[in-house]
């Protein structure tokens, strides 16, 4: 009988490439969506069942983890604009959906933080996370917390950046990340479920600089760029600023990204994809759309 998986966060970055992988190696799977219209990004994936609610709303996610033999979550705010905060989702949501899976007895319950949230307490978004993984490891059922260093889909922003021939960076540039592909990350998480994995660190193939990095945003997209090397302490004005007159989940990202610009996120390599290739294929992508 095919072991049937839960996937919640499925329409994020990271959670179509892990229904992917399941579906690639035979699982039967029920995503969680928020709107019908949503069903269509799947097309071709060969999801096997929809479960259409909103994981804040407890009530309308009951009979979620019914015959489900492990979950999924990488539920999170990114940059929705109903006013909910990372307390809601990121925490609370997840809750509601751990509660579902203790109700039914699920076999084991996964969850991605991120790598070294330990250095960065101070922001809402990592409280929210740590929380949660607080609460996962006291649940009635075993879990894994799964820690990625940083997606490429993150560092779109600095491809956007280099549009204008300029790259903005704090500080000298010279920390270290080694981010993964979300092709390469949905293969270690199908692999920690099945393994049975209580934590695991992931990074990608090939460890970088931040100036690096913004070098070869420039190279991708044909252009000489210039890098600017801006004062650390222009992150506290902008984080004030930002705090003062966005909303938590606005300003987060960006608070995110400026502080870990400041600290070396390089851990255990996995993969094959490499940032280059994956700003290349950004670049002709956006060259290619039309006006």
């Not at 409280?127 to 894994?144: D, L, M, N, T």
């Not at 851990?267 to 994809?273: K, V």
Request: charged share 25%; glycine share 8%.
């Amino acid at each position: 009988m095919k072991e049937k998986v839960l996937v919640a966060g499925a329409t994020g970055y990271l959670g179509w490439y892990v229904v992917s992988e399941l579906k690639k190696r035979n699982y039967w799977v029920r995503i969680l969506i928020r709107r019908e219209s949503q069903k269509k990004m799947f097309d071709g994936v060969g999801v096997d069942e929809f479960f259409v609610a909103q994981i804040t709303e407890p009530e309308t996610i009951k009979g979620i983890a019914d015959g489900i033999d492990w979950v999924f979550t990488s539920v999170g705010i990114t940059r929705q604009k109903d006013g909910l905060t990372y307390l809601d989702v990121d925490y609370q949501g997840n809750m509601n959906l751990l509660a579902e899976a203790e109700n039914a007895k699920v076999t084991w319950f996964s969850y991605v933080s991120v790598l070294g949230a330990e250095n960065l307490p101070q922001l809402k978004i990592i409280q929210a996370k740590e929380k949660f993984v607080q609460a996962a490891q006291r649940a009635k059922i075993p879990s894994g917390i799964i820690r990625p260093s940083g997606f490429y889909g993150d560092l779109k922003e600095v491809l956007e950046m280099a549009k204008s021939k300029k790259v903005y960076l704090l500080g000298s540039g010279e920390y270290k990340i080694n981010p993964i592909s979300g092709k390469d990350l949905a293969v270690v998480c199908v692999d920690s479920m099945k393994e049975r994995l209580p934590e695991i660190c992931v990074g990608g193939p090939k460890v970088y600089s931040y100036n690096e990095i913004g070098q070869m945003a420039f190279d991708a997209l044909g252009v000489t760029g210039k890098i600017v090397h801006l004062p650390v302490w222009l992150k506290n004005v902008t984080v004030f600023l930002m705090r003062t007159f966005t909303s938590s989940t606005f300003y987060g990202p960006y608070e995110f990204f400026l502080n870990a610009m400041l600290l070396d996120g390089v851990t255990d390599q996995y993969g094959t994809e490499l940032l280059e290739d994956f700003y290349r294929e950004e670049a002709n992508r956006s060259i290619c759309q039309p006006d």
